[in-house]
T-cell receptor, first 113, second 114 residues
Framework: GEDVEQSLFLSVREGDSSVINCTYTDSSSTYLYWYKQEPGAGLQLLTYIFSNMDMKQDQRLTVLLNKKDKHLSLRIADTQTGDSAIYFCAEALKNSGNTPLVFGKGTRLSVIA | DAGVIQSPRHEVTEMGQEVTLRCKPISGHDYLFWYRQTMMRGLELLIYFNNNVPIDDSGMPEDRFSAKMPNASFSTLKIQPSEPRDSAVYFC????????????FGEGSWLTVV
């Protein structure tokens, strides 16, 4: 089946690292994505990782992929108040053609100053 | 590019009224999606189109909901009659075939039915 699971809430102190976790069920997924939704706005692509990679780093963001456990994580170093948002994990299913992405319910990150 | 453009951004309507939400996808994108976001259900895919043709509308909650895409640059999502439980944020999104499944979202239409 197709299901992406995320914890709903995460609260961290400014300056600490945030780790947002996601599990997915389809081992044939080709790409896995992290989208960010700021208050009152639409979703924006934050980063993505191809399924043949274990890690991807982009400035303060580190994406880790554990294909064996079907686990994806997003680490935000030196978390700032501007990082407060909802973070969605999404997977692209290999056998569904180009679309659609399957989204998790989103993790609401609150950063405490 | 201006991105995916949705209108209206906010709408408050009375129960029983017809609501029409509009979307202009990014030029050249082959796919268009309508999503609904609520606190309880998260982000739900309602329907999506490929080259203006509806591919999967299994997410459309009821017959009160309908969506059309008369041409490559315009789509509508209509609710008739509207009910309070339809209150949500409705997102339109589009993607291009070879973009690696990257979907671009509009800013959303915030609907309140009273």
């Amino acid at each position: 089946g197709e299901d992406v699971e995320q914890s709903l809430f995460l609260s961290v102190r400014e300056g600490d690292s945030s780790v947002i976790n996601c599990t997915y069920t389809d081992s044939s997924s080709t790409y896995l994505y992290w989208y960010k939704q700021e208050p009152g706005a639409g979703l924006q692509l934050l980063t993505y990782i191809f399924s043949n990679m274990d890690m991807k780093q982009d400035q303060r963001l580190t994406v880790l992929l554990n294909k064996k456990d079907k686990h994806l994580s997003l680490r935000i170093a030196d978390t700032q108040t501007g990082d407060s948002a909802i973070y969605f994990c999404a997977e692209a299913l290999k056998n569904s053609g180009n679309t659609p992405l399957v989204f998790g319910k989103g993790t609401r990150l609150s950063v405490i100053a | 590019d201006a991105g995916v453009i949705q209108s209206p951004r906010h709408e408050v309507t009375e129960m029983g009224q017809e609501v029409t939400l509009r979307c202009k996808p990014i030029s050249g994108h082959d796919y268009l999606f309508w999503y609904r976001q609520t606190m309880m259900r998260g982000l739900e895919l309602l329907i999506y189109f490929n080259n203006n043709v509806p591919i999967d509308d299994s997410g459309m909650p009821e017959d009160r909901f309908s969506a059309k895409m008369p041409n490559a640059s315009f789509s509508t999502l209509k609710i008739q009659p509207s009910e309070p439980r339809d209150s949500a944020v409705y997102f339109c999104a589009s993607s291009f075939l070879v973009s690696g499944n990257t979907i671009y979202f509009g800013e959303g239409s915030w609907l309140t039915v009273v």
